[in-house]
């Protein structure tokens, strides 16, 4: 007999080769029709897979995220299946299961998939799995494996094998089709009732520009039709929210030939929120104790060398420049210049915690196929700072920086984040993590406690650290549900050790202090990309371009609306008059598809009293008031940075 630990620790026991859906079964048939798969000592496995020893055990419905990852990676092989069985000879790459729904990379010869095309294969998806076909684990030799896929002529598949080691090869096998996987998979087919296929793109074999342009094709599935309508209802909002579409209509940045991929150009309107976001953080950072600093573009290979970016980061970043026999770099990070700001002067314990931060631009270089508006470009603004401070300050330092994150969330109106707590990966120390074992075991349980005493919300991902030391990325959601990387917070005990950082400390010796990179605002660019998806464009007053329309009846009201315009401006209100000869009713349409928060309509009345007739941007008319109490009405939404 085996012992199994349940989640809620209740202890049963039951024969040794028992499957996790077989337990299911014994509880209740009603929890075995909604079991996907399990977590076997913190392992997702197959809910059929027999489990030999004792083992804590979790079961995973449609409810659990990895749940839905294991529905959403078998669909992938479904897929599969029907594309090869309309398209004979196609070759695959790899399917994994996405954040929503799937995607498989497959070699379709000189075929274009078309719309009828993806309509072809979901109707035959929809059929395949009212098969009820069962996912079929099976071990297999790595000899076998190569003899399996070169008889199938699938170079695809014989190139992942060359890096698998005999012993640890699984194929899945459901219906007439069979995969190289390591799973897990849902028990059969049969959960899968509605089916989308949402994209058909080009991905590059192995992500590198340089080799074949494969056929990557999306989609998403789900246990009911429901699901799936409410979930293009939602695809369909976030059209209508998409960053790029809405950017362009309020002529907020622009990308040109000339210029280069991935280089945005802000224009008028959209420096202005460049500036007002840049305003925010400098009066935020000004009150938490940062100062601010300036650093070049550019720097010395050998400083790249000594951070470790060079080589960690080297696929990343630009190439090198020759100038005076020395190689020069774009930086891809302000941490190198900012540890040098540190070492320029002596520091003593009294001078920590040391904070500086700067709008650092950066650049890095992103696969051209990567390039997506402002949310993967090579040219970014960062809201970057860092920390210098004692092991003993650091529980106070961190959970100051994640009560920045907080604010700002306030701020903007995000109500739902989670802290991803990113560690190392034991086995990848020295290649891609720094070697200092002891080092990441202490850093990581520091970071961990503060999320702890703090009462934060967040989980731990591993394998996801810095190469220097763990992080938290900080993953917003907007106002549709779609969640976003909007920062990160380091914390790096490696960079003080490598630039020979230290200050004297109370024992008059000297110390390494420890390092705490944050970002709250990220970079310009992807931050103003969320902001402009979950206010559908709609900026509050402050972050609007243009935040006032003056808008005359007629001509004969023009100078009044030039004194109103005037008294705005005296308090640097942005503020524009419609001054065309235009019915009043075109005006107030026009400037609401503009999204101008506030329109001011003058004629006689207003004229006579003193007085604007205001609307507010998707509330309509709300009323008529004198000039001066507008203005300080609008001058406090401002200066409180209203949502």
Same mark, same amino acid.
């Given at each position: ?19 996790a859906l077989e337990i299911a079964k014994s509880i209740s048939e009603g929890l075995a029709r909604k079991v996907l798969a399990a977590k076997v000592n913190n392992e997702v496995w197959d809910a059929t897979r027999t489990i030999t020893t004792d083992a804590t055990l ?41 954040? !929503? ?73 459901? /219906? ?86 991935g280089l945005p150009l802000w224009m008028p309107n959209g420096a202005i929120i460049v500036e007002e976001l840049e305003k925010l953080a400098k009066e935020t950072e000004e009150d938490a104790g940062y100062k601010r600093v300036v650093t070049p573009h550019i720097a ?129 120390? /020295? ?45 917003i959601y907007s106002v549709i549900g779609r969640e976003f990387t909007l920062a990160t917070n380091q914390v790096d005990f490696s960079s003080g050790k490598r630039f020979n950082l230290s200050f004297t400390n109370k024992n008059n010796e000297p110390e390494t202090p ?11 660019? !992807? ?46 209100? !942005? ?47 709300? /009323? ?20």
């Amino acid at each position: 007999m085996i012992k199994i630990t349940f989640p809620d620790g209740a202890i049963r026991e039951y024969e040794a080769g028992v499957s996790a859906l077989e337990i299911a079964k014994s509880i209740s048939e009603g929890l075995a029709r909604k079991v996907l798969a399990a977590k076997v000592n913190n392992e997702v496995w197959d809910a059929t897979r027999t489990i030999t020893t004792d083992a804590t055990l979790n079961l995973l419905t449609w409810d659990d995220t990895d749940g839905k990852s294991t529905f959403w990676h078998s669909s992938a092989h479904l897929m599969a299946e029907a594309v090869e069985a309309l398209y004979p000879g196609v070759k695959f790459w790899v399917g994994p299961a996405i954040d !929503r729904g799937f995607y498989y990379d497959m070699d379709l010869g000189d075929r274009k998939l078309s719309e009828a095309d993806l309509e072809a294969i979901e109707k035959k998806m929809a059929e395949l799995a009212k098969q009820q076909n069962t996912y079929l684990r099976k071990e297999i030799s790595k000899s076998e494996a190569i003899q399996y896929f070169t008889e199938k002529g699938d170079e695809y598949k014989l190139d992942l094998l060359q890096n698998l080691e005999d012993g640890n090869i699984t194929f899945y096998s459901q /219906g007439n089709f069979t995969d190289l996987c390591r799973g897990p998979h849902i028990p059969t087919t049969a959960p899968i009732k509605a089916i989308k296929l949402t994209n058909v793109a080009g991905a590059y074999w192995k992500g590198d520009e340089k080799n074949k342009q494969l056929t990557r094709v999306y989609g998403i599935t789900f246990p009911n039709q429901k699901e799936l309508d409410e979930y293009l209802a939602l695809l369909e909002e976030a059209k209508k929210r998409d960053h790029r579409k809405l950017a362009k209509e309020l002529s907020l940045y622009i990308f040109d030939d000339d210029t280069g991929s991935g280089l945005p150009l802000w224009m008028p309107n959209g420096a202005i929120i460049v500036e007002e976001l840049e305003k925010l953080a400098k009066e935020t950072e000004e009150d938490a104790g940062y100062k601010r600093v300036v650093t070049p573009h550019i720097a010395k290979e050998s400083m790249y060398l000594t951070s470790g970016h060079l080589p960690y980061y080297k696929d990343s970043m630009f190439p090198p420049m020759e100038m005076d026999g020395e190689r020069y770099y774009l930086k891809a990070m302000n941490c190198p210049h900012h540890h040098k700001i540190f070492d320029a002067e002596p520091r003593s314990y009294r001078d920590l915690p040391f904070r500086i931060a700067e709008y650092g631009t950066c650049y890095r270089y992103e696969q051209s196929g990567e390039l997506f508006g402002l949310m993967r470009v090579r040219m970014l603004h960062m809201n970057d700072g860092h920390l210098y401070c004692s092991k003993e300050q650091f529980f106070e330092e961190f959970k100051a920086v994640n009560e920045m994150y907080l604010k700002y969330f306030k701020i903007f109106g995000i109500d739902k984040y989670v802290m991803r707590l990113s560690l190392h990966a034991p086995e990848k120390l /020295g290649q891609k993590y720094v070697n200092e074992p002891e080092l990441w075991l202490e850093t990581e349980a520091m970071v961990r406690q503060v999320l702890i005493d703090t009462g934060t919300p967040f989980i731990e991902v591993p394998d996801e650290a810095a190469f220097y030391g763990p992080k938290i990325d900080v993953q917003i959601y907007s106002v549709i549900g779609r969640e976003f990387t909007l920062a990160t917070n380091q914390v790096d005990f490696s960079s003080g050790k490598r630039f020979n950082l230290s200050f004297t400390n109370k024992n008059n010796e000297p110390e390494t202090p420890l390092i705490i990179h944050r970002a709250p605002l990220g970079t310009h660019e !992807r931050f103003i990309g969320f902001l402009l998806e979950h206010y559908a464009g709609k900026f509050p007053v402050w972050l609007s371009p243009l935040q006032v329309k003056i808008l005359p009846i007629s001509d004969k009201f023009l100078p009044y609306a030039q004194q109103v315009e005037a008294a705005l401006k005296a308090h640097r209100v !942005r503020v524009a008059i419609d001054d065309r000869s235009e019915k009043i009713g075109k005006k107030i349409r026009e400037a609401e598809l503009s999204r101008v928060p506030y329109m001011l309509v003058v004629g006689e009345k207003d004229m006579n009293e003193g007085n604007v007739s205001v609307r507010r941007q998707g509330q309509g008319d709300v /009323g008529a008031m004198p000039i001066a109490s507008f203005v300080q009405q609008i001058v406090t939404e401002i200066k409180e940075r209203s949502s």
